[in-house]
Structure formats: C-alpha cells, structure tokens
C-alpha cells in the first residue's frame, strides 16, 4: 500500500469510527484493513460463479483445475465436469463467455458506470444475481459504498454487533449502514472478519 493510499484509508476508518462506536469497537478488535482486489474482471466473474453455493475447500479444488477464461467457450463440457462443475454451473459460465464475446456485456465499461448500471449490466448473464454483482463491484471495482443486503453473513454479523433479537431486513441494514456513507463496503468488509474472528464465541 502506498503513503497516499495509507493516509486515505486511515482517515476512512477515523470517519467510520466517529459516526458510529460500535463499528469502531469492531475495527479496532479486527485491525488493519486488507483488501485485494481482483484485477481480471472476467476471472473475477467466473471465480464468483464457481464459488456460489460451495464450501471454500470445494470451489478451491474446482477453481485449480479451471482452465483459462479464454479457453471457456471452446472447452468440451465434459472435461469441464470432470472438474467438478455442475452442467448449471457450465451453462452459467458458457452464457458468461457468450455475453463477453458477442458484447452484450462489455467488461471494459463497467468501471466507468456507476454502481447500480454495473448491475444491470452483470445480472443479464445466467447466473449472475444481485449478490455476486455486488461481490464484483467491491472485491474487482474496489467501489467503497456498496452494501449487500442479501448477504447472510453481513446480516448475521449486524444481529450480533447491534444486539438484535431477529437478523435484521434490508430495511433495518439500510437504516444501520447510514452512519457509514459513503464507505459501506468497508464497514461491511469489518462486519464479515468480525464474524470470522468471533466464531464460536458467546
């Protein structure tokens, strides 16, 4: 990370800390924030894709044996479940190349579209919902004020961080996560590792 990046992302999590304490209790049990982004945008899709609905250790398995992206549309589907994906999940990733290929999804644009645009763009592939086009613009675009409230994992991390008897509604994140504008990505990315930090415990 750079000075300047450093510097900006310090006074980021002074602004989260200040607007709301017990997301400032959390960064400061969690740590330093670490993000890596993915920079290949097609990989970035088909990683998403193949991840869905897979114990990490699986999908890892299966995401090693993966051929390259450019390869996808001329790879019989056989050898493409032998790699352990399912014929959905082929459809999914051919429907994906097929969109790429013809420029009915232009990758190269996304970046210049705001947050809701990039979403329409994504779910118009099979496969693709409104989750993992958020997962695509935090973990590849790096946009900072995205909040996925449709992520079980956010919803249970608020329950716990904000003493909730239910896991919270989209509404009730929405009302939450206004403290955070606009680094929303951020202090979801805090919710998750505190999750993960916390498993287990109370």
Not at 114 to 132: C, F, N
Not at 183 to 198: P, Q
């Amino acid at each position: 990370m750079t000075k300047r990046a450093a510097k900006e992302t310090r006074q980021v999590l002074k602004h989260l800390a200040v607007a709301d304490a017990r997301l400032a209790a959390i960064i400061k049990s969690v740590g330093a924030y670490e993000i890596k982004l993915r920079k290949d945008p097609f990989q970035s899709l088909i990683e998403a894709i193949i991840y869905q609905q897979l114990a990490g250790s699986a999908a890892d398995a299966i995401y090693g044996r993966f051929p390259r992206p450019a390869q996808l549309l001329v790879t019989k589907d056989v050898k493409l479940r032998a790699a352990g994906l399912s014929a959905r999940k082929i459809e999914y990733l051919k429907d994906l190349a097929t969109c790429v290929s013809d420029g009915r999804l232009n990758l190269a644009l996304l970046p210049k579209l705001p947050d809701e645009q990039v979403i329409e763009q994504l779910v118009q592939v099979k496969g693709i919902g409104r989750w993992t086009a958020e997962m695509f613009l935090i973990f590849c675009l790096g946009r900072h004020d995205v909040l996925p409230v449709g992520d079980l994992g956010l919803r249970k991390a608020m329950q716990k961080a904000y003493s909730l008897v239910e896991l919270p509604s989209p509404v009730r994140m929405r009302d939450i996560a206004q403290l955070w504008k606009p680094y929303r990505s951020i202090a979801t990315w805090y919710l998750w590792k505190s999750l993960e930090k916390f498993k287990g415990i109370g």
